[in-house]
């Protein structure tokens, strides 16, 4: 398992951006993909978006062309920019490394974004 920590959740008005960065420590070196997903009040939690060691991204549809994740492997870090975001938007967001050898995925303590005028 690895240990991740997130940071720059916040309130935002609606067309605004944010950047959450995450930063893993522990076992990096079973690291296979890292990734958000999100969960707001009353909803199943999804997966927003995902990025392998290589670069290969995958995101759900309602983000896609306004979110952009990205990896620092050298860093051990992944990143979400969040353009024109929306009130949908709005959940908490969690960091999460998938690792070799491990049954379950690892899981960030979360960060509240909030999208509201």
């Known amino acids: 398992q690895v240990q991740l920590v997130e940071s720059g959740g916040g309130l935002v008005q609606p067309g605004g951006s944010l950047s959450l960065s995450c930063v893993a420590s522990?076992?990096?070196?079973?690291?296979?993909?890292m990734g958000w997903s999100r969960q707001a009040p009353g909803k199943q939690r999804e997966l927003v978006a995902f990025?392998?060691?290589?670069?290969?991204?995958n995101y759900t549809d309602s983000v896609k062309g306004r979110f952009t994740i990205s990896r620092d492997n050298a860093k051990n870090a992944v990143y979400l920019q969040m353009n024109s975001l929306k009130p949908e938007d709005t959940a908490v967001y969690h960091c999460?490394?998938?690792?070799?050898?491990?049954?379950?995925?690892?899981w960030g303590q979360g960060t509240q974004v909030t999208v509201s005028s």
């Open positions: 999460n490394a998938r690792l070799w050898g491990e049954s379950s995925d690892s």
């Open positions: 522990g076992s990096v070196f079973a690291i296979v993909s």
């Open positions: 990025i392998t060691g290589g670069g290969s991204t």
